[in-house]
C-alpha cells in the first residue's frame, strides 16, 4: 500500500524545482501571451461566421484554451528529462535507494511533475480565463482538477517512455514527434468538423482531446466541445492510470537491472 | 546473535562480465564491517544490491528477515547509503539535500532541523549550507553524502569510500561519527580500498577482488594468518635480480618472498633477528648493495598480496 505522506514528500521535490525555472517560466508566458494577442486574434479575423459558430462563436476563445492545454502537455513531459538528468549525476540510484517503494517514487514524481506543470501554466490560465470567463467557480474546479489529471497521467507517459529508452537523444526525438502528432491530431486548435475523417478518428480518443474540452467546459465554452465532459473524465482517468501502471512496472524493471549506466 | 545481513550465492552480471561472483558473507548487527578491495573489486556493486537498486543476478541477500529479491520495499527501510559518487544535482545545495532527505525517511521537523545542523556543524560544512553543489569542492560534497547517512540513522548504515577525497582533519571526524553511529546500534559496512581506513574502523574486514570474497575476520586474526609472523622489506638500488628470491627462500625460517615493487622484495619469515644476519650475508656474498632493510609486522596489504600475489596498488592499477 502506498503511503500519502512519503508520496508528496516526493512529489514536493519535484514541485520545488518550480522555483529554479524562473526565467524560463516567464518566457514561456511572455511566448503564450504573443501568440495569443497576434496568431489568435488575427486568427480570428480570418474565419467566416458558420466556420467561428464551429468553435462556440470565437476562434480566439477556442484558440488559447487549446494552447494552455498544448503547453500543459509539454510542461508534463519534463519531468523525463529530469530522469535523464538525475541518471547523468547518479541520482537515479540515490532516489532507488530510498525508503520508499517504486509505486510511491513513480506515482509521487508524477504528482509533483503535475502539480509543478499546472503552476507553470497558472498564469496562462489566468490570460484564458480573463478572455473566457467561467460559468461557475465548481465548474472551473473540476475542470482544473481535470488539467491536473490530464498533466500527472502526461507525466507518468514520459517517465515511462524515459525509463524504456534510456538515451536522452532518442527520448528527445520520439517526444518531439509525439508531441507534434498528439497535439495536432487533437481539438487543441481546431474543431474536429474540420478534420477529415481519418485524423478526425484518431483525435477523438486523443487524452490532449479529452484535456481541452474539459478545459473549455470549465471556460464555459460549452459549444465548442467534441466530448462530453463526463466521457472526456472517463478518458482522462484511463490516460492517467494506464501510464502510471506503466510507469512503475518499466522503472523497477529496466533501472534495477543495472543497464542504465 | 543472527546476523542482520546475509548474502548467499549472491551474484551479478552486467552482461558477459561478472562483477560480484557467488558472495557468501554476513554481517553481525553492531559491527563494522570493512569492505576492502582494489577499485574494480565489486563492492560498489554489492552495495547496491544490499540498497535493492540494483537485482541481483543469482543468489540473494536477506536485511534483517527480508530476502531483498521478494520483499524490497522492507528491506529498503532499513538501509542507508552513503554512496561512493556524492547523489547531488548541480543546484541543490546541502541544506535542501540533507532536509529532503530527513524528511522522505519520516523524520520529524525539529529532530530534523537539529540533526541536520548538528551534523553539518560536526563536518564543518554549516557555513556552505545554502551553496549550490557546483560551487562546492569535491571533499565539500563527498561531505554532505556521509552526512545524509548520519543524520538518517538508519539500522543498517552504508559508507562506500566515506573520506575519498576528504582532508586529514574531515577523515579523523567522520570516523568519529561513523563509530558513534555503531555506538548507537547502527551495523556498518564501511567499503574502501585504504588499508588503515579499514583497519582502524573495522571489528572484521572482508577482502574483495574481482567480485570474488577472499578472506573475512578480524584484522588482527586476518595479519596473523599470514605465513611468518615477521616480514622484512628489502630495496634496492637498481631491479632484483631473480636468483635473489630463490636464494632466499633457502633459509630456513623463510616461509615466503615476493617481489612487492620493482626494487623490493618482501621476504615473510618466522624470528626475524636470526635471520637478518644470513639475510645479509646472502646479499654480500652475491655482490648486492641493499638501499634499505627494514622488519615489520604484517599489514593488510600483506594479507591481500598473501591472497592474490598483487599489491592492493597493483591490483588497482589493473
Ligand atoms: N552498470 C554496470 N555495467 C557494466 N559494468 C559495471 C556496471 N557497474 C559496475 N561495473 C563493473 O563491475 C566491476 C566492479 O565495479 P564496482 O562494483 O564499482 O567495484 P568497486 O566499487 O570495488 O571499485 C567493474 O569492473 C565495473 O566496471
Ligand atoms: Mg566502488
Redesign the interface.
Known amino acids: 500500500m502506498m503511503n500519502p505522506k512519503r508520496v508528496w514528500v516526493v512529489a514536493e521535490r519535484d514541485v520545488r524545482s518550480l522555483l529554479r525555472q524562473k526565467s524560463m517560466l516567464a518566457m514561456r508566458v511572455a511566448w503564450f501571451a504573443a501568440q495569443v494577442a497576434f496568431f489568435g486574434l488575427i486568427a480570428n479575423y480570418m474565419f467566416r461566421e458558420d466556420v467561428l459558430a464551429a468553435m462556440g462563436g470565437s476562434y480566439l476563445e477556442y484558440y488559447v484554451a487549446g494552447m494552455v492545454v498544448t503547453m500543459l502537455y509539454s510542461t508534463a513531459i519534463f519531468i523525463g528529462y529530469d530522469v535523464y538528468e538525475e541518471a547523468d549525476h547518479g541520482v537515479v540510484e540515490y532516489l532507488l535507494s530510498l525508503p520508499v517503494s517504486r509505486r510511491e517514487l513513480v506515482v509521487g514524481r508524477s504528482i509533483g511533475s503535475g502539480v509543478r506543470s499546472l503552476l507553470h501554466v497558472g498564469p496562462m490560465i489566468v490570460i484564458a480565463l480573463y478572455l473566457t470567463g467561467t460559468p461557475s467557480a465548481l465548474q472551473l474546479s473540476t475542470s482544473l482538477f481535470c488539467l491536473f489529471l490530464f498533466a500527472f497521467g502526461a507525466s507518468g507517459l514520459s517517465i515511462t517512455v524515459a525509463a524504456a529508452l534510456k538515451s536522452s537523444d532518442r527520448f528527445d526525438i520520439l517526444m518531439g514527434v509525439v508531441d507534434a502528432l498528439a497535439v495536432r491530431l487533437s481539438t487543441a486548435l481546431y474543431p474536429v468538423a474540420f478534420m477529415p475523417s481519418y485524423y478526425g478518428g484518431l483525435a477523438s480518443i486523443n487524452p490532449i482531446t479529452f484535456a481541452a474540452d474539459l478545459f473549455r467546459w470549465g471556460a464555459g465554452l460549452e459549444s465548442a466541445l467534441l466530448t462530453p465532459p463526463l466521457l472526456a473524465v472517463v478518458g482522462i482517468v484511463a490516460f492517467s492510470s494506464t501510464f502510471t501502471f506503466l510507469g512503475v512496472a518499466l522503472y523497477e524493471r529496466r533501472l534495477e537491472g543495472g543497464g542504465w549506466r | 546473535m543472527a546476523p542482520i545481513i546475509r548474502m548467499v550465492g549472491l551474484t551479478?552480471r552486467?552482461g558477459g562480465f561478472t562483477a560480484v561472483d557467488r558472495l557468501d558473507l554476513e554481517v553481525e548487527e553492531g559491527e563494522i564491517l570493512g569492505l576492502l578491495g582494489p577499485n574494480g573489486a565489486g563492492k560498489t556493486?554489492t552495495i547496491?544490491m544490499l540498497?535493492?537498486?540494483?537485482?541481483p543476478t543469482e543468489g540473494t541477500v536477506y536485511i534483517g528477515p527480508y530476502d531483498v529479491t521478494k520483499e524490497a520495499?522492507k528491506a529498503?527501510?532499513l538501509?542507508?547509503?552513503a554512496?561512493q559518487?556524492p547523489?547531488?544535482?548541480?543546484?541543490d545545495s546541502p541544506w535542501?539535500v540533507l532536509n529532503?532527505?530527513a524528511?522522505?525517511?519520516?523524520l520529524p521537523s525539529g529532530e530534523r532541523r537539529r540533526r541536520i545542523r548538528w551534523v553539518l556543524e560536526e563536518l564543518g560544512i554549516w557555513d556552505v549550507r545554502f551553496k549550490s553543489a557546483h560551487s562546492l569542492s569535491g571533499g565539500t560534497r563527498k561531505r554532505v553524502e556521509v552526512a545524509k547517512i548520519l543524520v538518517q540513522r538508519p539500522k543498517i548504515a552504508i559508507f562506500d569510500e566515506p573520506t575519498a577525497q576528504v582532508d586529514v582533519v574531515g577523515k579523523h571526524k567522520i570516523w568519529g561519527m561513523i563509530r558513534e553511529l555503531r555506538d548507537e546500534g547502527s551495523t556498518i559496512i564501511l567499503a574502501t580500498n585504504e588499508l588503515h581506513e579499514a583497519d582502524v574502523l573495522s571489528q572484521r574486514i572482508a577482502i574483495m577482488h574481482r567480485g570474488k570474497l577472499l578472506v573475512c575476520d578480524e584484522p588482527r586474526r586476518l595479519k596473523d594468518s599470514i605465513p611468518g609472523g615477521d616480514v622484512v622489506e628489502v630495496s634496492f638500488e637498481g631491479g632484483v635480480p631473480e636468483m635473489v628470491t630463490e636464494e632466499l627462500r633457502r633459509i630456513p625460517t623463510v616461509v615466503e618472498v615476493s617481489a612487492a615493487r620493482q626494487n623490493q622484495v618482501k621476504i615473510y619469515l618466522n624470528r626475524a633477528e636470526e635471520a637478518l644476519p644470513r639475510i645479509a650475508e646472502l646479499l654480500l656474498r652475491l655482490g648486492l648493495q641493499a638501499k634499505s632493510m627494514r622488519v615489520s609486522e604484517p599489514s593488510l596489504d600483506d594479507v591481500f598480496a598473501h591472497y592474490t600475489g598483487l599489491t592492493i596498488e597493483e591490483a588497482q592499477r589493473r
Not at chain 2, 540498497?51 to 537485482?55: E, N, Q, R
Not at chain 2, 547523489?87 to 543546484?91: D, E, H, R, S, Y
Open positions: 551479478k552486467f556493486t547496491l540498497a535493492t537498486v540494483l537485482k520495499d529498503r527501510r538501509v542507508g547509503v554512496f559518487e547523489k547531488l544535482l548541480w543546484v535542501s529532503w532527505h524528511k522522505v525517511c519520516g
